[in-house]
């Protein structure tokens, strides 16, 4: 099993998610469960802070994909911060860094996401 933790922190409306290791096939269940859990509890403002993640393979692409759309139609906003240049590559070869707000700092994605 791949290592992966997910601190959550909730600023007034908006929670930040950090996903730190790797997300791969082996976790992305677990990631998928702890994100729709939030937007289970009407948290619809949702930040993906990814500065402490190392890989995220195609199941994690789906989880944030999963996560964008619940959260969308609920009327709230994914954004996603701290992507370093191996992650954003592989949101960007995958076309997926067009269907989120991107920002490279934390506060730049709350303010994307309504704060």
């Known amino acids: 099993m791949t290592t ?3 601190a959550a922190d909730d600023i007034e409306e908006i929670t930040i ?3 730190a290791g790797r997300v791969d096939s082996s976790n992305a ?3 998928e469960s702890q994100v ?3 937007i289970q509890e009407g948290r619809t ?4 802070d990814f500065a402490e993640l190392d890989y995220i393979s195609s199941a994690g692409l789906r989880v944030v994909l999963i996560a964008g759309k619940k959260v969308k139609a609920g009327g709230g906003v994914l954004a996603l911060c701290g992507l370093s240049p191996t992650i954003r590559d592989v ?4 076309g997926f860094i067009s269907l989120f707000p991107v ?3 934390r506060d730049e994605a ?3 996401a309504g704060a």
Request: no cysteine; charged share 25%; aromatic share 8%.
């Open 103 to 105: 920002s490279e700092t």
């Open 17 to 19: 998610l950090m996903p």
């Open 29 to 31: 269940k677990a990631f």
């Open 36 to 38: 729709l859990q939030k």
């Open 91 to 94: 949101f960007e070869i995958s």
């Open 45 to 48: 403002r949702l930040v993906m």
């Open 110 to 112: 709350i303010r994307s």
């Open 4 to 6: 992966l933790s997910v």
